[in-house]
């Protein structure tokens, strides 16, 4: 098992910045793709971001293209998400998660965190 524990979110107004960070323990985080979602209250999850096990190879959905930055340290077993210019549509519960291949498909992920809430106001 993987556990993952994200943290960092809060309040913040539009136009502010925020990063999330998500702390990995229990497998080799070098052997994972990590991977950002989030839930917004009556929405689905949405995939944000993925990064690959080398952090070369990026994805991100366009809603946050241009605005989020994922990156990874693989000597601190850690994902991070660093939002800018954020938008009161950016308010929802953050996930990360793992799996085993640069994927935006949320059922291929293995492992779940437990979710930071961020908020945005307007």
């Known amino acids: 098992q993987m556990q993952l524990v994200e943290s960092g979110g809060r309040l913040v107004q539009a136009g502010g910045s925020l990063r999330l960070s998500c702390v990995a323990s229990g497998r080799t985080f070098s052997d994972y793709v990590m991977g950002w979602f989030r839930q917004a209250p009556g929405k689905e999850r949405e995939f944000v971001a993925a990064i690959s096990m080398n952090g070369i190879n990026i994805l991100y959905a366009d809603s946050v293209k241009g605005r989020f930055t994922i990156s990874r340290s693989n000597a601190k077993n850690t994902v991070y998400l660093q939002m800018n210019v954020l938008k009161p549509e950016d308010t929802a519960v953050y996930y990360c998660?793992?799996?085993?291949?640069?994927?935006?498909?949320?059922?291929?992920?293995?492992?779940w965190g437990q979710g930071a809430q961020v908020t945005v106001s307007s």
């Open positions: 998660a793992a799996t085993r291949q640069v994927t935006t498909a949320t059922t291929m992920y293995d492992y």
